[in-house]
């Protein structure tokens, strides 16, 4: 593909992402599944143009005044240092090249940009400037600032299989570069290429699971021990109820739980390659949450809600702008049905995690805050004692500038 074919298609691919709710990556996925004529080079080089538009597009549609996918592109062009002369070459309108630069484009680029406000400079919606401000205070630009570059691919290690050491050494022989995570005991970070980690043998054989270091010290600070009772409330693909698994030395027992029942499958899939056999999994009904589902009680719940996902900006750009006010106040009332229908699967001395890969305020204390008005039997957990991870006092706070992590959240309580 010519360099403006490839420009086109991107601009194609942000006007369908517009209309979709899928994860950018898995859109890509999709998109050029079909489209068998893209080689590999042009695929990386047109998903690095959607996702660098993802990524700046407050900035990108300030510069040209703009929402356009196409003139998001003309600005990312603009921001890597192209001039007017090869965007002209680039936008010739042949060879599946992008039409021709109209005169408004052209305006817009020979323009000297305005001064960016916050919400431009932090690329977030102006709508959640108070709540990021009442959130984040002084700090709020700078945080917002180190969610726009990439995430890094963090792994935990199956303890149930090998160790940490084995994992770095094993990695290292096939030339991938990596070392220990900074806080979370069985984590490594891969600072090489990690395209085909999925697909080798390592993963294969269960030796490790893909998961943000942030999420690892989360379920760390379930205090999972062998012999338990676990429930994993809304858990998704099972990442936490994996990390309990192997905290617990694969002995007791664990119910996951979630709405999807493919996202269990997927547990399922994952529990047998890290031979974890204490999981059983449990699909909950659609407006059931208020209903008996699991039964019995449990010495610890872990309550991973459903969130605005803000922590993942670095990973998912495209959910900064599908978030709406309506769609924040949706999630927060599921959030307190959770923590509601939680409180009585808790064994009396046991214990109840509550857990948001969020940054906001009003999804993370103020969701606690209220639960305990509603339950006064359940009294805060010090998390942070005989710990020393930044962001983690008595409630555990990441977020990618202060532990180079995911946004995340992590709150317990105990029950009286």
């Not at 710990?387 to 709150?411: E, K, N, S």
Request: neutral net charge.
């Amino acid at each position: 593909m010519t360099p403006a074919a490839r420009l086109q298609m991107a601009i194609e691919i942000l006007e369908v992402l517009e209309q979709t709710a899928q994860p950018t990556d898995r859109f890509l996925k999709a998109w050029f599944r079909s489209r068998r004529f893209a080689g590999s080079k042009d695929r990386r080089a047109i998903a690095e143009q959607v996702f660098s538009v993802q990524r700046r597009r407050a900035h990108f549609s300030h510069r040209m005044g703009s929402k356009a996918p196409r003139a998001l592109v003309i600005a990312a062009l603009l921001e890597a240092g192209e001039n007017i002369e090869v965007l002209t070459d680039l936008f010739l309108g042949g060879g599946y090249g992008p039409a021709p630069l109209s005169d408004a484009e052209r305006a817009a680029v020979a323009a000297t940009p305005t001064p960016e406000p916050r919400w431009i400079a932090g690329e977030y919606p102006q709508w959640l400037d108070a709540e990021l401000r009442r959130s984040l205070g002084d700090r709020l630009l700078d945080e917002m600032q180190a969610f726009i570059g990439r995430a890094p691919t963090d792994i935990r290690v199956n303890t149930l299989k090998t160790t940490r050491e084995a994992v770095i050494a094993a990695l290292k022989a096939a030339g991938i570069a990596c070392a220990p995570t900074p806080y979370a005991p069985h984590g490594i970070r891969i600072t090489g290429d990690a395209t085909n980690l999925s697909k080798s043998a390592l993963f294969e054989s269960g030796a490790f699971e893909f998961q943000d270091e942030a999420a690892q010290i989360a379920a760390d600070l379930c205090d999972a021990r062998p012999g338990q009772r676990i429930l994993d409330l809304a858990a998704g693909a099972g990442g936490k109820s994996l990390a309990f698994a192997a905290a617990m030395q694969n002995r007791g027992a664990i119910v996951a739980c979630d709405l999807r029942g493919e996202a269990l499958f997927e547990l399922e899939k994952r529990a047998a390659r890290a031979g974890v056999t204490i999981i059983a999994t449990l699909v909950l009904q659609e407006g059931a949450l208020d209903h008996a589902q699991p039964s019995g009680t449990f010495d610890a719940v872990f309550v991973d809600a459903p969130c605005s996902g803000t922590g993942t900006w670095r990973r998912q750009p495209e959910l900064r702008w599908r978030l709406t006010p309506a769609r924040l106040a949706e999630l927060m009332a599921t959030q307190d049905r959770l923590l509601d229908r939680a409180a009585g699967l808790v064994a009396p001395g046991g214990r109840l995690l509550y857990a948001t890969c969020s940054i906001l305020g009003c999804e993370n204390q103020d969701r606690v805050a209220a639960f305990q008005a509603r339950h006064p039997g359940f009294a805060p957990l010090n998390l942070g004692e005989n710990r020393v991870i930044p962001g983690l006092a008595q409630d555990f706070h990441a977020t990618p500038a202060t532990t180079g992590t995911d946004g995340f959240y992590c709150a317990g309580l105990t029950r009286a």
